[in-house]
């Protein structure tokens, strides 16, 4: 739209017919820090030169279009209907801390009375609403002023004693109490497939939900907050919101205290006219006057001062942007609810959260976890519809949101950690799920083997089974923020590259390192099932076979009341150690035993008789009385001698052929003198 061209763009601001306040939120601001090239907290003079040399200027036109200049009518139409709200200048001179700053109950009687102390602050609080919010109307005025189920609250500073003039408002809170709805009213609503009017979270949970039980809880939900632009991003809202859950819990009201010392809206306010009244009331009589200030009850209420409303839950309904979702995230809010289709006036789509709160000491008690199980449901909802109507999101935001949804088990505000697997995968899921070829290509993948192409079609059904933590794998957050993009966004690696602002080389070593580590977890997944199942027999048998001193026959039941057969300690561990001890001593001595047996000793054996070894000892004797040299050697022929077997042997082997020898000798002389003869 914009490329070379001049672009014109026009939108009324101010009026009955000012809606542009989108224009200026949103795409105007947008184009001031894009054009002086940082970011003004400030309108300024709305002109400067961009980078590409671009050129911003913007025109007011301050002259009435439906009334002449000056004209009355129109001067007291804006200051009736607040349409001409303009934030006045801080008058602070510095910016207290959020701790020290106290919410307070407005009472709409007071603030619409107008009296010109409760006119101004009425101003003020428009203002706040109208700079804060792209849409405005004046029935928004109207359903502030007299809408029996709005409440006020407005964040204020420490206030002095002394002070002459009404404190500068920080942020201002108004919700909407819903719920307390009928089962049966859900039911035949339900039948009918349609939806009533009001109560916007109640009838909208139970339609989405099909839970007739949530809507006969009581709630109250957030239409609109709204911080002093000055004081925006410094925790005034994120304290209002603090405040505003401890009063629906009770935490500000004590049961000890005197009723007395508490004030409630309905009763201390101004006198309300009954339903007879209203019938006999003639507008021709009625008098028209601006309320005595001296009966009109408080502006301002301490929470602590003012009867609180108990309640099950707090919701709000917004145009989900970043930034939101990042405030009411932090503030413990849960989604449940995300439209599929954006708004047409700012493109956004409408998110519903809820948090719950303290509910002891209510009437109507409600279900354990039943936030936990709205979480659970929109977590798997919206991770398949990641993939269709939620395709745009950036992977930053969508993994804020299933972070959001995942806290209401965990019972964290903030980001919750993974924890425990919420469901055991077993061999069996993982085979139902991957192929084995499947498991061989992402091996492979993860020992840089093959490209990326090869396993990106394993992409969804990993990152399902990852997000419905089912797996014991543990990302940080780029790698879990590239996973949900790839599998259940399905980019591509080019989209994912701008988003995140990375290079694709990166992208791709964080794919390979997601991989190695689901393969790693796949294949000791596989590991633990062989081993069970080779254990299972093991097992089976050892839980059949038969205790000491029960009976050994098998299939024998052991007795419930016998203590004795069912006591697996019989013995004590030492006891046990000694025996088994015992047993391998026994076995290794009998195989030393049979080693020594199977030797043959008799070659060691010492020969001789006593007579040889009585000469023996006589030579000796004789030897040292004739003064010779004693020998202390002596020989005794040893019969069963290896040398002596082998020398016998030899000789009858001589034997032997000497006497073949000698008969073929005379066999050959007869055969000559035969021959002799003839």
Excluded at 439 to 453: C, G, P, W
Excluded at 560 to 567: F, G, H, R, S
Excluded at 587 to 612: H, M
Aim: overall charge negative; aromatic content about 8%; some cysteine.
């Amino acid at each position: 739209l914009i490329g070379p061209y001049l672009v014109f763009m026009a939108s009324t601001i101010n009026g009955y017919e000012g809606t542009g306040r989108s224009l200026s939120l949103k795409l105007i601001q947008q184009l001031r820090e894009q054009s002086r090239g940082f970011v003004s907290g400030s309108a300024g003079s709305g002109s400067g030169v961009g980078a590409g040399g671009r050129m911003l200027r913007e025109v007011a036109l301050e002259e009435p279009i439906r009334y002449a200049l000056g004209d009355s009518t129109e001067q007291w139409l804006h200051k009736l209907l607040c349409l001409d709200a303009s934030i006045a200048p801080k008058t602070l001179s510095g910016c207290p801390h959020p701790s020290e700053c106290e919410l307070y109950w407005i009472n709409r009687d007071s603030l619409f009375s107008y009296h010109p102390v409760s006119e101004a602050f009425l101003q003020r609080l428009m203002a706040l609403f109208v700079a804060s919010h792209y849409k405005n109307s004046p029935n928004d005025l109207q359903l502030l002023s007299d809408a029996p189920a709005h409440q006020v609250f407005v964040l204020l500073p420490p206030v002095d004693p002394e002070a002459t003039s009404l404190p500068e408002p920080l942020c201002v809170v108004q919700v909407c109490l819903e719920g307390e709805i009928s089962r049966q009213a859900v039911l035949n609503t339900l039948g009918r497939g349609e939806r009533n009017e009001g109560d916007l979270i109640p009838w909208l949970v139970a339609q989405q939900y099909q839970d007739e039980d949530f809507a006969s809880l009581s709630g109250a939900r957030v239409v609109r907050i709204a911080t002093h632009p000055d004081y925006a991003g410094m925790g005034y809202g994120s304290r209002a919101l603090e405040q505003l859950r401890r009063f629906y819990e009770g935490q500000f009201h004590s049961l000890q205290e005197d009723a007395a010392s508490t004030l409630d809206g309905d009763e201390h306010g101004l006198h309300r006219m009954t339903d007879r009244e209203l019938e006999t009331a003639d507008l021709r009589a009625d008098t028209v006057q601006v309320r005595d200030p001296k009966q009109l009850p408080p502006l301002f209420l301490r929470l602590s001062e003012k009867r609180p409303t108990r309640l099950h839950w707090l919701g709000v309904s917004y145009g989900l942007t970043a930034g939101l979702h990042k405030f009411w995230r932090r503030a413990g809010y849960v989604p449940v609810y995300m439209r599929q289709t954006s708004n047409e006036l700012t493109g956004e789509y409408t998110c519903v959260m809820l948090s719950e709160l303290a509910a002891e000491g209510l009437a109507m008690r409600a279900s354990e976890q039943w936030l936990d199980a709205f979480g659970r449901d929109f977590h798997r909802r919206f991770r398949t519809l990641l993939s269709y109507s939620f395709a745009d999101f950036s992977v930053v935001l969508a993994m804020s949101i299933l972070d959001a949804a995942r806290s209401a088990r965990s019972g964290d505000k903030g980001a919750a950690p993974r924890g425990n697997a919420i469901a055991t995968y077993t061999r069996a899921d993982l085979s139902r799920d991957f192929s084995a070829y499947d498991l061989k290509r992402l091996e492979s993948y993860a020992n840089n083997l093959l490209d990326y192409h090869v396993v990106l079609d394993l992409m969804p059904t990993i990152a399902q089974r990852y997000f419905d933590e089912c797996l014991d794998v543990s990302l940080s957050g780029v790698q879990a923020c590239l996973l949900l993009g790839l599998g259940l966004q399905r980019k591509s690696v080019d989209a994912i590259e701008k988003e995140l602002n990375l290079p694709s080389r990166q992208i791709l070593a964080l794919f390979t390192k997601i991989l190695r580590k689901f393969s790693n977890s796949f294949r000791s997944l596989e590991t633990r099932g062989i081993e069970d199942e080779l254990d299972k027999p093991a097992a089976a048998a050892a839980a059949e076979a038969p205790v000491d001193g029960a009976s050994s026959q098998a299939g024998t039941k052991r007795s419930l009341t016998d203590e004795a057969a069912w006591d697996p300690t019989a013995k004590s561990l030492l006891e046990d150690l000694d025996e088994a001890g015992q047993e391998v001593t026994d076995e290794f001595k009998q195989k030393q035993r049979e080693l020594i047996d199977s030797i043959n000793l008799s070659q060691y054996a010492i020969a001789g008789d006593e007579k040889d070894w009585e000469v023996a000892k006589d030579q000796v004797k004789k030897a040292t009385l004739e003064g010779k040299f004693a020998q202390t050697v002596i020989s005794v022929k040893n019969p069963d001698s290896s040398k002596r077997a082998k020398k016998e042997k030899s000789v009858v082997r001589e034997l032997v052929k000497s006497e073949e020898a000698r008969t073929q000798k005379k066999a050959k002389a007869k055969s000559s003198k035969k021959t002799k003869r003839f």
